[in-house]
């Protein structure tokens, strides 16, 4: 005679006094003990209660404590009459919408990123308004089970938590689905995790079999006691893999009327979203990461030398390239086009042949002794400069525009002359300046084909708008030479000393004091970016 399933009975639980307040002071352990609770979730949770929002924690409630210290995600079932209240209360304490990507997107669920500056941690929110599940592909069912879920839920030390019965059927399900159709165990997804190992034994030894059916009658009839106890038995280890497969496909039949799609759509759409995803895991060494449902921004990070750009655009990077689609592009030397290549390549042939000088900087190019005025030449290359930096600036503004955050290394901003803005003028000026500096070809600013330069130039700086959020690491000249002791010192100092003259108060920028430590400078450029996108 074949054994009965495991349901590790207690009916106990739910007959004799105190039964409820053992199974809380049982769940307050995963906090109380457990990892350290962000800032941001004590202030969510206690926003929640205060505003009386209907909701619980509804699954992976063995695991508070990860959820509460931001290593876990919220997974929080939400009335739908409290929908915008609780829209409300996340904007308010700095959420953030997000989109996932096309293969993780499912109706009813909304995603919600915040920031907890004092844990320097992600907290995202998954709102479920529908108890939707299936496997990962395609997430393809929908329990009706909102209600009542909500109704059973109890407050704990910081969530609201469903009864215990309740989760434990939809974890079932939930895991019929996701490791038990015959697809999955074919792409050798067949196995529970080790957390779900744990998680299942953590329901099974709290809850009843006699309120499970009770609530399966009353609140899901589609599953039966029967198929229910032979959905337990298809988890246990050792379960043949026949048994299995048949076990998930009458229970897919059952709750076929809360379906998405028919059972063979279904199946083509998670073989297809696997391939896809593989295709764009191996092949294009990426997998696909959320947008900011109100768009995606354009980051800018200015400074003189030593002030530690790279290294907090580095921080950044990391930061926000765990969870969303970002790129970093540097206007200070941007990628050459083909046109930028030929244009340079014949250039260089004039070098070769000894006209001018190799190219230098722009102090050195004004005082080179060559046979020719250099001067043509470095206004070409600077022409060809902003030519490169327009075109980065477009595909990065292409790229925010989908929805994709934009780290920029350097920017031409209007306030500084000696980096990374128009250059062909000014230098032309300080040529006309220098003694006896009259070799054949210099250019003028009565030259025609000066003129058009310089003009040239400025179209394409003009064409380059201002970034949605631009910080200045400002720090004093003489630290930024004593931090680049590798560079000419008086080049170092000239550049730093402009930023650290500028009356930045007159400028729509967000001034940080880079003298601070690595860490100090990173903390206030993520908190200040956050609040701002």
Known sequence: ????????????????????????????????????????????????????????????????????????????????????????????????????????????????????????????????????????MTKNFRLPLEEPYLKSAIQQTLFKVPEVEFEYIVFIIRMILKHSTWDAILGREGKLKKSESQE?????????????????????????????????????????????????????????????????????????????????????????????????AVIAVVGGDGAGKTTALDALHAWLSKNFEVTRAHMGKPAWSSTTIAIRSILKLGQIVGLYSLETSFEETLFQQSKISPGFPYLIREVCRARDRYWTYVKARRFAAQGGIVLFDRFPLEPIQLMDGPQAERFIREMEAVPGKKLPFSPTLTSRWARFLVRLEENYYHQIAYPDFVAVLRLNPVTAVQRKTEEDATAVYKRSNEIWQIDWNKTNVYVIDSSRSKAEVASELKGLIWSQL
Request: glycine share 6%; charged share 25%.
């Open 1 to 136: 005679m074949k054994p009965r399933p495991l349901l590790l009975i207690a009916d106990q639980t739910h007959e004799r006094p105190g039964a409820a307040n053992d199974l809380e002071g049982l769940r307050k352990q995963n906090i109380d003990a457990g990892l350290p609770v962000l800032s941001l979730v004590r202030q969510l949770c206690r926003a929640l209660g205060e505003e009386e929002i209907t909701y619980c924690h509804w699954k992976s409630n063995n695991a508070l404590d990860r959820s509460a210290s931001g290593d876990n995600d919220l997974d929080l079932l939400i009335s739908r009459v409290d929908a915008s209240k609780f829209t409300e209360i996340l904007y308010r304490l700095g959420f953030k919408q997000a989109q996932a990507p096309a293969d993780k997107q499912m109706s009813s669920v909304l995603d919600y990123y915040g920031y907890d500056e004092p844990g320097d941690k992600w907290v995202h929110v998954h709102g479920h308004y529908q108890l939707i599940m299936g496997h990962d």
């Open 200 to 296: 299942l034994t953590y329901l099974q030894a709290r809850s009843s079999q006699r309120r499970v059916k009770a609530i399966l009658t009353s609140h899901l009839p589609s599953v039966d006691m029967r198929l229910f106890e032979h959905c337990v038995e298809a988890l246990q280890p050792g379960c043949s893999i026949w048994t299995r497969v048949k076990t998930a496909q009458q229970l897919q039949i059952s709750l076929q009327t809360n379906a998405r799609h028919s059972l063979p759509i279904d199946t083509f759409l998670k073989l297809w979203n696997r391939m896809v995803l593989m295709i764009q895991r191996r092949v294009f060494k990426s997998v696909p990461k959320y947008h900011l449902g109100i768009g995606g």
